[in-house]
């Protein structure tokens, strides 16, 4: 059996502005020990007429896969932007497996419609197209992003659970299971310190990308959460945290304890599982 894909999230070292190059990313990552890497996709900004090819390179030369590339969010307005499908294809040049989505544009059936021209492009690319649910976006829960993906019911349709989001929308780990398996390419996993709801939009985005911890560290059922996703779904470790980014300021050593202490979550999983 082949060995489950741990990717390191272009979010534990790509701030505003990104920390590393893409193809730094890949390297990270492979000299920390995972077996995958999520990467930030931005043309223009961290991604040049080159980048592609080096991320390719990098790829090829540490065997790792890209497990996604990010983000493409929808915004109000209802047309297909050139600059998602610039992403999809970028990403399908460095052979990503998925592309991340969120939405903000709050009339449903626009959003299925740009969803569904957004898996049209993956297909096209040898991709997924990932929905994420959060309460910052107008796709704010899983009820809301199974109405996307069903109505669309495209088979490069997704949908991407995040442990962060789930809880901070107030779903049970158990509402994972709602989740038909053909829609789950692959799952991010993260902890915070608390549980609970956040209403307020700009404490909930700081909570995003400061708050998180690595899986077992703080007080999510996480590892309920992660029962209910399939026991090989690849994974990747969202875990933006102002707390690893002072501890850990070396970015192989941040990765490499994520990395660690996300196995010794899993081990410890197993464990529980096999005395129940």
């Not at 956040?198 to 959460?225: H, K, N, Q, W």
């Not at 933006?240 to 660690?260: C, F, G, N, Q, T």
Request: contains cysteine; aromatic residues 6%.
């Amino acid at each position: 059996m082949s060995e489950r894909l741990l990717a390191l999230a272009s979010g534990v070292h790509d701030g505003n502005p990104p920390e590393v190059s893409p193809p730094d990313m890949v390297r990270i990552a492979a000299d920390a020990g995972y077996n995958s890497v999520g990467l930030w996709v931005a043309p223009g900004d961290n991604w040049h007429h080159n980048t592609a090819g080096e991320v390719a390179a990098a790829l090829h030369e540490t065997g790792l896969i890209a497990i996604d590339v990010e983000v493409i969010w929808l915004q109000p307005g209802g047309k297909p932007d050139p600059l998602h499908h610039q992403i999809i294809a970028l990403g399908g040049e460095v052979g990503a497996k998925n592309c991340l989505i969120v939405s903000s544009e709050p009339d449903r059936e626009v959003t299925k419609h740009l969803y569904e021209d957004l898996c049209i492009h993956a297909e096209r690319a040898g991709m997924r197209a990932c929905l994420e649910y959060m309460a910052i976006t107008e796709v704010k829960t899983l009820d809301d992003a199974l109405d996307v993906v069903n109505a669309v019911d495209h088979p490069a349709g997704g949908i991407l659970v995040d442990p962060f989001h789930h809880e901070r929308v107030g779903h049970e780990p158990e509402k994972i299971r709602e989740i038909p398996e053909r829609w789950l390419s692959y799952a991010q996993l993260c902890d915070m310190p608390e549980r609970g709801v956040i209403t307020d939009a700009d404490a909930y985005f700081a909570d995003a990308i400061d708050g998180r911890l690595a899986p077992g560290e703080g007080s999510v059922p996480v590892a309920a959460m992660t029962r209910a996703l399939p026991a090989d779904l690849p994974i990747s470790l969202e875990i933006r945290s102002r707390y690893y980014r002072e501890r850990y300021p070396d970015h192989v050593e941040r990765a490499r304890v994520i990395l660690e202490r996300t196995r010794a979550f899993f081990a410890d999983l197993t464990a529980d599982t096999d005395t129940e």
